[in-house]
């Protein structure tokens, strides 16, 4: 018997009014159905979410503990079913489908660890200043394709934990494994507390402009991130928008390419390139320019593509029909902007699959440089001069990431400390986790995801300011 795929709304599983169609990226054939939200069924979350508020703000620190910690039993009881939904769904290989389920569990267990602080601005002999932290109410969360089950529990993880309520819509061709968490927290999430909500890429708007709703936490490209703060303005919503990157590498003259290739091929690879934080453009110093272009080919070349629930599979399919028609219309493009020497092309058969492909000899105005192309394609430029490649590298209008590479980290370090991004990493990249703040610069983001400078986004800071003698 097919699973049946429904909505979480006040605490009990609905079919909804609408269905929608999803599709196998590894296929590209309808695999499943699930439940799709009207605009009115949309507004019952909501409502519902703004109902349980109260209760859910006024219980314990620790109560909310406990249900986050089911939350995460819940997830590794069931960790192997819900990493084949979302391989299915979102074509990622079956076992980094694993990891990020037991991720989404880890998360949980983290910010269930958490203290929120109350911060003594003064005591002294006058007076007494305290900064409490309050929670803010309905948190509408949105979420991406690429990484649909940590995005959605990381965000109802902080704003649970800080006393909020929350909306949670999941990407329309990724819903399935969001449903499938929900069906499983139903039962002991208090009635309206957390609603998972899906629809076909229309009703955002009601999520981002509803009175009700006094938080959005959205995680997508810069483009919808900018129609999403517009239309909360009206209201002066929260935001939390961690949106597209363009990160860039630099490669120092003292690497050896026979060790930092493999690791740059997959910091640009992870998740067959959809990751916001994926290392994008590459820079390496002319006097290891060849060889690290030569073996990045080689290990693209070897890659192995094909559907995540192969056994041995590296490289799944692109997500979805739409990104994989960009991409492809981009390779067509690089052919006469550069020297494609590995993949550009697709294996047979069906699916939306991209050979993982290297492009050297490219300029910077190249759209494949200037854009974030998300997906399996690299750049790889040339450069001499350090401070000419850190301008390079700045000369964009994102700021989520960047990484430097070099055998001595003093050296790497002076050129990280010249990058305008959010992170820099060195001799890694990507590097993430819940107890790390992760920040976007320029069109890259507002406000901060993870760790305690993100759980503290999902409040409101009430400031006590006491009178320490009696005087009424």
């Not at 007494?128 to 109410?137: Q, S, V």
């Not at 056994?311 to 006469?336: A, C, D, F, H, M």
């Not at 901060?448 to 800071?461: N, R, S, Y």
Request: charged share 20%; aromatic share 6%.
């Amino acid at each position: 018997m097919e699973a049946r795929y429904e909505m979480l709304v006040n605490g009990k599983m609905t079919g909804g009014s609408r269905s929608l169609d999803v599709i196998n990226p590894a296929t590209a054939e309808v695999f499943a159905t699930c439940a799709c939200a009207s605009r009115e069924e949309m507004e019952v979350a909501v409502t519902a979410a703004a109902a349980a508020f109260p209760a859910w703000s006024a219980t314990s620190l620790d109560e909310r503990r406990a249900v986050l910690i089911k939350m995460a039993e819940a997830i590794e009881t069931n960790l192997d079913s819900l990493a084949r939904t979302l391989t299915s769904e979102q074509g990622k290989p079956i076992g980094d489908a694993q990891g990020e389920v037991g991720g989404a569990a880890y998360f949980l267990r983290y910010y269930a660890g958490l203290e929120i602080p109350v911060e003594t601005i003064e005591d002294s002999d006058a007076r007494r200043i305290e900064l409490h932290r309050r929670p803010l109410g309905v948190v509408a969360a949105i979420v991406p394709w690429n990484f649909p089950v940590l995005t959605a529990v990381n965000k109802i993880g902080a704003a649970l934990l800080t006393g909020n309520t929350a909306v949670v819509k999941p990407a329309a061709t990724t819903p399935l494994a969001t449903l499938q968490f929900a069906s499983l927290i139903k039962d002991f999430v208090p009635a309206g507390v957390v609603n998972i909500v899906t629809d076909n890429n229309d009703l955002g708007d009601v999520l981002t402009g509803h009175p009700l709703v006094r938080k959005v936490s959205f995680t997508g490209s810069t483009n919808t991130g900018m129609k999403v703060m517009s239309s909360g303005s009206a209201t002066l919503k929260r935001m939390t928008l961690e949106l597209g990157g363009n990160d860039s590498g630099i490669v120092l003259d003292d690497c050896d390419p026979e060790v930092v290739s493999q690791q740059l091929f997959d910091s640009a690879f992870a998740n067959n390139g959809q990751v916001c934080i994926a290392l994008k453009r590459l820079y390496v110093h002319d006097s290891q320019y060849d060889a690290i272009c030569e073996k990045l080919a080689e290990i693209a070349r070897a890659a192995i593509v094909g559907s995540g629930l192969q056994q041995g599979t590296q490289l799944g399919p692109v997500q979805n029909r739409t990104q994989y028609n960009k991409l492809k219309s981009l390779i067509e493009e690089t052919r006469k902007d550069g020297n494609i020497i590995a993949g550009g092309d697709s294996p047979d058969g069906p699916g939306y699959f991209i050979n993982p492909t290297i492009v050297r000899d490219i300029a910077d105005d190249a759209r494949l440089v200037t854009d974030e192309q998300f997906g399996p394609v690299l750049p790889v430029m040339r450069y001499t001069d350090v401070g000419d490649v850190i301008a390079r590298a700045n000369n964009t209008s994102y700021g989520l990431g960047n990484s430097v590479w070099s055998s001595s980290v003093e050296k790497a370090g002076a050129v990280a400390s010249q990058l305008d991004s959010g992170s820099v990493w060195i001799n890694k990249h990507g590097d993430i986790g819940p107890d790390t703040p992760f920040a976007g610069a320029k069109m890259s983001g507002v406000g901060i995801e993870m760790g305690m400078h993100g759980l503290l986004e999902f409040t409101q800071a009430k400031v006590v300011n006491y009178a320490k003698a009696a005087n009424v």
